[in-house]
């Protein structure tokens, strides 16, 4: 599926964006049911840093939470975000979640304070914020560069917030480097112009 396909409408867009948005928070409503039922197994998940084994936890981490309060936060900012973000083309919106949750792992491992762990969407919420306030500009679309706009009139204030190193029991590394690898995945997957046809 491509949101490039000639044939798709914005309509078709919006309900596909829409269904794999709410599959993918009913996916983590379910993760942390199974938690809890399991006396928190799952929260294992997280990334404990610069312990080599918990490379292997640098995926699951964005889809495991601490506690339904923790789930609740994150539910509204990833469907509105990721349903902004995903109208733009299924295949493109996989690849910059790929790219944000790996580099947001890897970082969050690297850098996080010893003997913690870290998990949760919001690293990859914050990379989707990051990606929709600059895309329409590196892209040059109107109605990307509107989305932009509209997304840090909502959230910027609390992202900024996310951001300070004061709150405790905060990933302020995690929601850093989530938003850097945003702004990155706007450069590298951005989408390129077609090439004009020129008649001989």
């Known amino acids: 599926m491509s949101g490039t396909h000639p044939e798709w409408s914005w309509g078709d867009r ?13 996916l983590l409503w379910l993760l942390e049911v199974i938690d809890v039922a399991t006396g928190h197994a799952l929260d294992a998940l997280g990334i404990v840093p610069r312990v080599p084994s918990e490379l292997a936890d640098v995926l699951p981490a964005a889809f495991v ?23 733009g083309g ?8 790929a790219l944000i949750v790996v580099a947001d792992g890897l970082g969050v491992w690297l850098l996080s304070p010893a003997h913690t762990n870290t998990a949760g969407a919001s690293g990859l919420i914050f990379g989707l914020f990051g990606f929709l306030l600059v895309s329409g500009f590196v892209e040059r679309r109107p109605l990307g560069v509107l989305a932009g706009v509209l997304v840090a009139a909502v959230w910027g204030g609390s992202i900024l917030a996310g951001l300070a190193p004061t709150q405790s029991g905060v990933s302020w590394q995690g929601h850093l480097i989530g938003l850097a690898a945003g702004v990155a995945a706007a450069f590298v997957l951005r989408r390129r112009p077609a090439p004009r046809e020129l008649p001989l």
């Open 65 to 87: 939470h601490f506690g339904f309060a923790h789930v609740a936060a994150n539910t509204v900012p990833l469907l509105v975000l990721g349903f902004l973000a995903a109208l």
């Open 14 to 26: 919006a309900v596909t964006a829409g269904k794999l948005m709410a599959g993918w928070v009913a």
């Open 90 to 97: 299924i295949r493109r919106f996989l690849a910059v979640c």
